[in-house]
């Protein structure tokens, strides 16, 4: 299903362990690469009880230069620290506007805020962030699962397998377009 591919993880400093293992899973189970992001590199990342840790990959500025197929917010701790980064508002802005799907599972949807990215878009969230869904000129969804053009959010982690499959349809799209 997405064998071959290249999604790029956003993560911080404070992580849910249990929310970063299902995507992580889900993702390498269909065959993906999964390339860790963080605003540095060099420095191991402990989940929130710093029972575990994992090493990024790449920075978010020097990802904006690399190759990776999909972008993911799929944390809530990293979609807060993440926010208050331009490199990491400007990965997200860009990979929207390259048509690279993108996706934002609970506050990582504050990622796509601070994109200015959401203008006009339908996106699934927690109900806490409905109001700065509106406010940037977005539709909160009080769904599971939305996908509007390239973007896929989701309420919360328990949705994964939904968001796998949702990202794998999205890349088919991409390639029947260039075809």
Request: hydrophobic share 45%.
């Amino acid at each position: 299903m997405l064998a071959g591919k290249r999604m790029a993880l956003i993560l911080e400093r404070g992580f849910d362990p249990i929310g970063y293992a299902s995507i992580r899973a889900c993702l390498e189970g269909a065959g993906a690469k999964v390339i860790i992001l963080s605003s540095d590199p060099r420095e191991e990342i402990f989940d929130r009880d710093g029972t575990s840790s994992v090493r990024p990959d790449l920075s978010y500025y020097e990802a904006s230069r690399a190759e990776f197929d999909a972008l993911i917010a799929a944390d809530d701790a990293s979609a807060r620290i993440a926010k208050s980064l331009p490199d990491a508002c400007a990965l997200v802005s860009g990979a929207i506007r390259s048509s690279k799907p993108v996706v934002a599972i609970g506050d990582g949807v504050s990622l796509l805020i601070c994109s200015d990215a959401i203008k006009g878009r339908k996106l699934a969230a927690k109900p806490s962030l409905a109001d700065q869904i509106r406010a940037s000129g977005g539709m909160f969804k009080d769904r599971g699962v939305v996908i509007d053009a390239n973007v896929i959010s989701a309420k919360d982690a328990k949705y994964a397998g939904e968001v796998c499959k949702a990202i794998a349809d999205a890349l088919r799209g991409r390639a029947a377009e260039a075809a």
